[in-house]
């Protein structure tokens, strides 16, 4: 009934039904045909997933310019929006993001965080340094290690940490391989430490060290470009100068708040007295003076660490909606894995989890693959809702049609393990052939080229085995699929020049058919060209390799000649 509203401007013409519209940029009359219900479907995939997978405007422009139907802005939207490729695809990062949420610590060693750092060298070759930073103090260290194995760390955090500093309560890591396996964990079981990762590619659940990673690395750069050449050298100076420095969240210097004092400098030494050197006091009065300015310190820099850390969860929560997500809900994760610079990779991965747990308080999420039944541990960050596709949706494919992508793939396969180049190249030109049939007028007179090629279904059961002489290929095809390059019969001949219908070319039409075995056909194949690796090269020639000798009736001259049309086409 609401189609009856646009009768003013309806037509049939050609007994199909148009809506007639005005373009007005052109100023030129647009037929649009009025798509029935049950032909919605192939026209959505047709102007949107065999057309690039293009937005809501440009596919409402297509169509357009070519179809009607009451509603169809609405389906066209719905469409799109629940378009599986596009969501995996395009679709950026939520602004729905999960509220920050900050790790709290009281005292020096209770919370150490550890990472890899790689720069490169002026010869090129990558330097691993291991950054290790106390959460509360903010003491930071860099050692610079042969590679990022875990024996590696290992031995910089007994030797050059736990021996100086004594033992931390808790290491906290990303999942990397040399952090959670099993010689750390017994290193840290024997010394007594607890062990906490992040999620998997969520850096910002270790985000002390990773804060120090791009100071240490602007640092560097600043460095005169002699010094920069020998970077490695100078991380013991570097991390020095920057555990004397006040730091913006505690207030103090990463120095003072573990040794309680201030150290002294290389400027201290040009300019002396700079610092006032204290009283001399026996030991007691000292021990009593540093526990006083330590327990002070230690106040003063929590309550700082408070105050930092609720304005930068306010700068943070301005952006970030905070919509959580409830068990059975259906989520896409995050495409990280992949490696390489990922222009063209999918953002987001095709398979569809479900929410088995919610960790609401830390926002992280176990998601199961309803398949497989496997469970990842993983931050809001990295999860989409994908309630709006419908359930299945995932799985149906993409379109029927061949999509632009897929044109250079759509050729049918032989039965077996017939490929060779020469049968491809026949099966293109049917498809060429049968593509200029349909753009040419209908009724014009003149067979096709696959008529020529092919036999009719009377004539298809008279196939007989191939001569002693022909080529290895023939014995080896499968009997329900014989030569695609055989020799018509003179009954085929006899019907294509009385002016019969043309048959389409197919596995089962295609025969290899003689008048009897005195129909001799010697053909020589050149042998294999190969690269360099092995690799077969195929010959230019894959229709018809050259006939040397043929003994062919006059009855199938013309097809003779289509035979000679084609292998010059293809000989040069």
């Known amino acids: 009934m609401k189609l009856l509203r646009h009768w003013s401007r309806l037509l049939i013409k050609d007994g199909m039904l148009y809506k007639v519209k005005k373009d007005r940029n052109m100023n030129v009359t647009i037929y649009q045909f009025v798509v029935p219900d049950t032909l919605k479907t192939e026209v959505l995939r047709g102007i949107h997933d065999t057309a690039g997978h293009q937005g809501q405007v440009r596919t409402l422009s297509l169509a357009r310019q070519r179809f009607f139907w ?7 939207i719905n469409h799109v929006k629940g378009c599986f490729r596009c969501v ?26 550890i990472d890899f750092w790689t720069a490169e ?6 330097v691993d340094v291991l950054v290790v930073t106390d959460h509360f103090s903010k003491l930071a260290h860099a050692f610079p290690c042969k590679n990022q194995s875990a024996k590696q760390v290992a031995r910089r955090l007994w030797n050059d940490f736990f021996c100086v500093y004594g033992f931390p309560r808790r290491i906290h ?15 840290l079981d024997m010394a007594g430490i607890q062990k906490s990762h992040t999620t998997p590619y969520h850096p910002m659940g270790n985000g002390i060290v990773e804060r120090y990673n791009r100071t240490l690395g602007n640092m560097i750069r600043a460095l ?14 570097l991390t020095f100068c920057y555990n004397c420095t006040e730091h913006e969240t505690t207030g103090f210097a990463p120095f003072f708040l573990v040794f309680g004092r201030i150290p002294r400098l290389p400027v201290d030494v040009v300019f002396q007295h700079v610092l006032p050197d204290g009283a001399v006091v026996d030991h007691c009065e000292f021990v009593a003076h540093l526990k006083r300015d330590l327990s002070e310190a230690a106040r003063i820099a929590r309550q700082n660490s408070r105050i930092a850390q609720a304005h930068q969860a306010r700068n943070y929560d301005r952006k970030a909606k905070g919509a959580p997500l409830s068990v059975g809900d259906r989520v896409l994760l995050a495409n990280r894995g992949e490696r390489g610079k990922r222009k063209i990779a999918d953002k987001w991965e095709s398979t569809v989890f479900e929410v088995a747990s919610v960790k609401p308080d830390i926002n992280v999420y176990h998601i199961r693959d309803p398949v497989t039944l496997r469970e990842k541990v993983v931050h809001r960050n990295l999860l989409l809702p994908v309630s709006f596709i419908p359930a299945g949706n995932e799985c149906i494919p993409v379109s029927t049609c061949p999509s632009v992508a897929d044109s250079g793939q759509g050729e049918p396969e032989l039965p077996g393990d017939v490929q060779d180049g020469e049968t491809k190249t026949v099966r293109w030109l049917m498809q060429m052939d049968q593509a200029s049939d349909r753009d040419s007028a209908v009724g014009q007179p003149g067979c096709s080229l696959g008529a020529a090629f092919s036999v009719p279904t009377s004539e298809a059961e008279s196939t007989v085995a191939p001569p002693a002489g022909c080529d290895p290929l023939v014995s080896r095809l499968p009997s329900p699929a014989p030569s695609i390059e055989s020799v018509v019969s003179r009954s085929a ?13 197919s596995p089962e039409l295609v025969t290899d058919t003689r008048l009897s075995t005195g129909d001799r056909v010697v053909r020589t194949q050149p042998p294999p060209l190969c690269t360099r690796s092995g690799r077969p090269v195929k010959p230019p020639t894959r229709l018809i390799c050259k006939i040397n000798e043929q003994q062919v009736d006059d009855s199938v001259s013309t097809v003779d000649s289509l035979f000679s049309f084609v292998r010059n086409m293809f000989s040069g």
């Open 70 to 76: 009451t509603g169809m802005e609405r389906d066209i």
């Open 88 to 113: 995996v695809g395009k679709t950026p990062e939520p602004n729905d993001r999960a509220t920050l949420e900050s790790i709290c610590t009281t005292e020096p060693m209770e919370l150490v965080c």
């Open 121 to 126: 060298q002026t010869d090129k070759k990558c």
């Open 173 to 187: 890591s990303d999942q990397g391989a040399n952090f959670e396996s099993q010689l750390i964990k017994e290193l």
């Open 224 to 237: 005169p470009p002699q010094s920069k050449a020998r970077w490695p050298q100078m991380l013991q100076m």
């Open 493 to 505: 001949s006899s019907q294509l020049l009385a002016g019969d219908a043309p048959h389409v070319l």
